[in-house]
Protein backbone atom coordinates (compact mmCIF):
# COMPACT_ATOMS: atom_id res chain seq x y z
CA UNK A 1 0.00 0.00 0.00
CA UNK A 2 1.15 3.49 -1.00
CA UNK A 3 -0.33 7.05 -0.79
CA UNK A 4 -0.98 7.79 -4.29
CA UNK A 5 -3.96 10.60 -4.08
CA UNK A 6 -5.02 13.48 -1.73
CA UNK A 7 -8.67 14.13 -2.04
CA UNK A 8 -9.54 17.68 -0.76
CA UNK A 9 -13.21 18.86 0.84
CA UNK A 10 -13.93 22.41 -0.33
CA UNK A 11 -15.84 24.10 1.99
CA UNK A 12 -14.36 24.32 5.45
CA UNK A 13 -10.77 22.98 3.61
CA UNK A 14 -9.92 25.05 0.60
CA UNK A 15 -12.26 28.18 2.14
CA UNK A 16 -13.75 29.22 4.73
CA UNK A 17 -17.15 30.29 3.53
CA UNK A 18 -19.49 28.19 5.56
CA UNK A 19 -20.83 31.69 7.23
CA UNK A 20 -21.64 32.94 3.57
CA UNK A 21 -23.51 29.58 2.63
CA UNK A 22 -25.36 30.19 6.13
CA UNK A 23 -26.19 33.46 5.26
CA UNK A 24 -27.35 32.71 1.24
CA UNK A 25 -29.61 29.64 3.10
CA UNK A 26 -31.53 31.35 5.25
CA UNK A 27 -31.52 34.18 2.69
CA UNK A 28 -33.77 31.73 0.59
CA UNK A 29 -35.65 30.63 3.26
CA UNK A 30 -36.69 33.97 3.93
CA UNK A 31 -37.75 34.63 0.41
CA UNK A 32 -39.90 31.21 0.46
CA UNK A 33 -41.45 32.90 3.13
CA UNK A 34 -39.80 30.43 6.01
CA UNK A 35 -37.86 30.81 9.16
CA UNK A 36 -34.39 29.86 9.33
CA UNK A 37 -33.48 27.85 12.30
CA UNK A 38 -29.68 28.11 13.22
CA UNK A 39 -29.60 25.10 14.99
CA UNK A 40 -31.27 23.29 11.77
CA UNK A 41 -28.33 24.71 9.63
CA UNK A 42 -25.57 23.84 11.99
CA UNK A 43 -27.46 19.86 12.08
CA UNK A 44 -28.61 19.37 8.67
CA UNK A 45 -26.17 21.40 6.72
CA UNK A 46 -22.39 21.13 7.80
CA UNK A 47 -20.52 19.14 5.54
CA UNK A 48 -23.85 18.37 3.55
CA UNK A 49 -24.78 19.42 -0.01
CA UNK A 50 -26.59 22.26 -0.66
CA UNK A 51 -29.41 19.72 -1.83
CA UNK A 52 -29.50 17.70 0.62
CA UNK A 53 -29.56 20.72 2.90
CA UNK A 54 -32.53 22.50 1.83
CA UNK A 55 -34.30 19.85 0.99
CA UNK A 56 -34.05 18.74 4.60
CA UNK A 57 -34.74 22.41 5.85
CA UNK A 58 -37.42 22.62 3.75
CA UNK A 59 -39.49 19.07 3.92
CA UNK A 60 -38.57 20.49 7.84
CA UNK A 61 -41.38 23.48 7.67
CA UNK A 62 -43.67 21.66 5.42
CA UNK A 63 -42.81 21.94 1.79
CA UNK A 64 -43.77 19.62 -1.14
CA UNK A 65 -40.50 19.96 -3.03
CA UNK A 66 -40.24 19.19 -6.67
CA UNK A 67 -37.23 18.77 -8.42
CA UNK A 68 -37.21 21.51 -10.57
CA UNK A 69 -38.13 23.51 -7.51
CA UNK A 70 -34.86 22.40 -5.86
CA UNK A 71 -33.08 23.20 -8.54
CA UNK A 72 -34.19 26.79 -8.96
CA UNK A 73 -33.25 27.53 -5.51
CA UNK A 74 -29.82 25.84 -6.14
CA UNK A 75 -29.05 27.95 -9.04
CA UNK A 76 -30.18 31.41 -7.30
CA UNK A 77 -27.94 30.18 -4.48
CA UNK A 78 -25.28 29.36 -6.93
CA UNK A 79 -25.38 32.50 -8.60
CA UNK A 80 -25.10 34.49 -5.32
CA UNK A 81 -22.44 32.77 -4.00
CA UNK A 82 -20.24 33.58 -7.10
CA UNK A 83 -21.37 37.25 -6.88
CA UNK A 84 -20.11 36.96 -3.33
CA UNK A 85 -16.67 36.14 -4.07
CA UNK A 86 -16.18 38.99 -6.57
CA UNK A 87 -16.19 40.92 -3.34
CA UNK A 88 -13.59 39.35 -1.03
CA UNK A 89 -10.18 40.65 -1.45
CA UNK A 90 -8.34 38.36 -0.96
CA UNK A 91 -10.47 34.92 -0.91
CA UNK A 92 -10.67 33.33 3.16
CA UNK A 93 -8.45 30.59 1.51
CA UNK A 94 -7.17 28.64 4.74
CA UNK A 95 -3.46 29.14 5.36
CA UNK A 96 -1.41 25.86 4.25
CA UNK A 97 -2.61 25.34 1.16
CA UNK A 98 0.17 25.95 -0.96
CA UNK A 99 2.43 24.66 0.63
CA UNK A 100 0.12 21.06 0.81
CA UNK A 101 -0.15 21.86 -2.98
CA UNK A 102 3.51 21.77 -2.99
CA UNK A 103 4.21 18.71 -1.07
CA UNK A 104 1.63 16.81 -3.50
CA UNK A 105 3.07 17.80 -6.49
CA UNK A 106 6.92 17.09 -5.16
CA UNK A 107 5.33 13.40 -3.74
CA UNK A 108 3.88 12.96 -7.45
CA UNK A 109 0.33 12.42 -6.03
CA UNK A 110 -2.37 12.42 -7.79
CA UNK A 111 -4.95 15.91 -6.41
CA UNK A 112 -8.53 15.74 -6.49
CA UNK A 113 -11.46 18.45 -4.93
CA UNK A 114 -14.62 16.26 -3.60
CA UNK A 115 -17.42 18.01 -2.13
CA UNK A 116 -21.00 18.24 -1.77
CA UNK A 117 -20.27 21.99 -3.61
CA UNK A 118 -21.86 22.64 -6.69
CA UNK A 119 -18.84 22.86 -9.40
CA UNK A 120 -19.43 25.78 -10.91
CA UNK A 121 -18.40 27.63 -7.35
CA UNK A 122 -15.76 25.22 -6.71
CA UNK A 123 -14.03 26.37 -10.31
CA UNK A 124 -14.78 30.20 -9.23
CA UNK A 125 -12.34 29.55 -6.00
CA UNK A 126 -10.03 28.06 -8.19
CA UNK A 127 -9.98 30.47 -10.81
CA UNK A 128 -8.50 32.57 -7.92
CA UNK A 129 -5.63 30.36 -6.83
CA UNK A 130 -2.05 30.17 -8.05
CA UNK A 131 -2.65 26.31 -7.93
CA UNK A 132 -5.83 25.25 -9.61
CA UNK A 133 -4.06 23.62 -12.69
CA UNK A 134 -3.08 21.12 -10.08
CA UNK A 135 -6.04 19.61 -9.13
CA UNK A 136 -7.07 16.64 -11.54
CA UNK A 137 -10.20 16.14 -10.62
CA UNK A 138 -13.37 17.59 -9.47
CA UNK A 139 -15.77 15.53 -8.45
CA UNK A 140 -18.81 18.12 -6.97
CA UNK A 141 -22.47 17.84 -5.94
CA UNK A 142 -23.26 18.18 -9.59
CA UNK A 143 -21.54 14.56 -10.75
CA UNK A 144 -24.12 12.83 -8.10
CA UNK A 145 -27.63 12.12 -8.26
CA UNK A 146 -29.74 15.07 -6.58
CA UNK A 147 -29.70 14.98 -2.89
CA UNK A 148 -27.38 12.50 -2.51
CA UNK A 149 -24.44 13.82 -0.49
CA UNK A 150 -22.31 13.59 2.52
CA UNK A 151 -22.40 11.43 4.52
CA UNK A 152 -23.08 9.03 2.07
CA UNK A 153 -19.44 7.53 0.08
CA UNK A 154 -20.50 7.73 -3.25
CA UNK A 155 -18.32 11.37 -3.88
CA UNK A 156 -15.19 9.61 -3.17
CA UNK A 157 -15.73 6.32 -4.79
CA UNK A 158 -16.68 8.14 -8.02
CA UNK A 159 -13.49 10.00 -7.27
CA UNK A 160 -11.67 7.08 -7.29
CA UNK A 161 -13.75 4.95 -10.27
CA UNK A 162 -12.18 8.27 -12.48
CA UNK A 163 -8.74 8.33 -11.55
CA UNK A 164 -8.27 4.67 -12.99
CA UNK A 165 -9.80 5.34 -15.83
CA UNK A 166 -7.76 8.11 -16.52
CA UNK A 167 -4.75 6.80 -15.59
CA UNK A 168 -4.55 2.81 -16.29
CA UNK A 169 -1.77 1.99 -14.61
CA UNK A 170 -2.54 3.53 -11.29
CA UNK A 171 -5.10 0.72 -9.78
CA UNK A 172 -5.88 3.11 -7.07
CA UNK A 173 -7.90 1.65 -4.06
CA UNK A 174 -9.57 3.41 -1.67
CA UNK A 175 -6.65 2.85 1.27
CA UNK A 176 -3.99 4.70 -1.34
CA UNK A 177 -5.42 7.83 -0.67
CA UNK A 178 -5.82 10.52 1.58
CA UNK A 179 -9.01 12.45 2.56
CA UNK A 180 -8.69 15.63 3.99
CA UNK A 181 -12.30 16.66 6.22
CA UNK A 182 -13.48 19.24 8.31
CA UNK A 183 -16.94 17.75 9.13
CA UNK A 184 -18.79 14.81 10.65
CA UNK A 185 -20.37 14.38 7.80
CA UNK A 186 -17.42 14.79 5.32
CA UNK A 187 -15.33 11.86 8.02
CA UNK A 188 -18.08 9.65 7.84
CA UNK A 189 -18.22 9.73 3.63
CA UNK A 190 -14.06 8.98 3.38
CA UNK A 191 -14.18 5.86 6.25
CA UNK A 192 -17.41 4.37 4.45
CA UNK A 193 -15.62 4.66 1.45
CA UNK A 194 -12.47 2.72 2.43
CA UNK A 195 -10.65 6.18 2.52
CA UNK A 196 -8.25 6.87 5.53
CA UNK A 197 -9.37 10.74 6.37
CA UNK A 198 -7.15 13.30 8.56
CA UNK A 199 -9.63 15.46 10.00
CA UNK A 200 -9.05 19.64 10.43
CA UNK A 201 -10.37 21.41 13.73
CA UNK A 202 -11.46 24.43 11.36
CA UNK A 203 -15.64 24.00 12.72
CA UNK A 204 -15.67 21.37 15.53
CA UNK A 205 -13.19 21.59 18.29
CA UNK A 206 -10.16 19.50 17.72
CA UNK A 207 -11.40 16.68 20.33
CA UNK A 208 -14.30 15.68 18.33
CA UNK A 209 -12.63 15.69 14.99
CA UNK A 210 -9.94 13.12 16.76
CA UNK A 211 -12.66 10.60 18.12
CA UNK A 212 -13.75 10.57 14.40
CA UNK A 213 -11.39 10.86 12.01
CA UNK A 214 -8.19 8.18 11.24
CA UNK A 215 -5.81 11.61 12.04
CA UNK A 216 -6.74 15.29 13.28
CA UNK A 217 -4.72 17.95 13.46
CA UNK A 218 -6.17 21.61 15.14
CA UNK A 219 -5.46 23.74 11.50
CA UNK A 220 -4.45 22.85 8.09
CA UNK A 221 -1.04 24.27 7.96
CA UNK A 222 0.07 22.00 10.12
CA UNK A 223 0.29 19.02 7.95
CA UNK A 224 3.20 17.07 6.49
CA UNK A 225 2.86 14.56 4.29
CA UNK A 226 6.30 12.67 5.69
CA UNK A 227 4.26 12.25 8.83
CA UNK A 228 1.67 9.43 7.33
CA UNK A 229 4.71 7.54 4.99
CA UNK A 230 4.88 5.12 7.80
CA UNK A 231 1.22 4.20 8.51
CA UNK A 232 0.81 3.72 3.97
CA UNK A 233 4.45 2.13 3.83
CA UNK A 234 3.31 -0.20 6.78
CA UNK A 235 -0.88 -0.70 5.71
CA UNK A 236 -1.63 -0.13 9.51
CA UNK A 237 -5.24 1.02 10.42
CA UNK A 238 -5.56 2.75 13.71
CA UNK A 239 -6.59 6.12 14.82
CA UNK A 240 -3.94 8.67 16.17
CA UNK A 241 -3.02 12.32 16.94
CA UNK A 242 -0.61 14.36 14.39
CA UNK A 243 1.56 16.47 16.35
CA UNK A 244 4.28 18.75 14.68
Known sequence: MALKAVLLDFNGVV???????????EELLLEENLRPNPQDLAEYCLGRSDAACLRELLTRQGRVISEGYLEK?????????REV??????????????????????????????????RSEIE?????????????????????????S?????????AIEHFNQRFADLALQPTDCLAIEDSFAGIEAAK??????????????????????TWAIDHLYELSLDWLKPYYESGTSRSQQISA
Open 15 to 25: INDEAIHGRLI
Open 73 to 81: LLDRKAARY
Open 85 to 118: LTTLEPLPLYPGLDDLVYQIRAAQLKLAIVSGAR
Open 124 to 148: AVLAQTAWSNYVELIISSDDLTIGV
Open 150 to 158: KPAPDGYLL
Open 192 to 213: RAGVPVLGVAHVYPYQMIHRRA
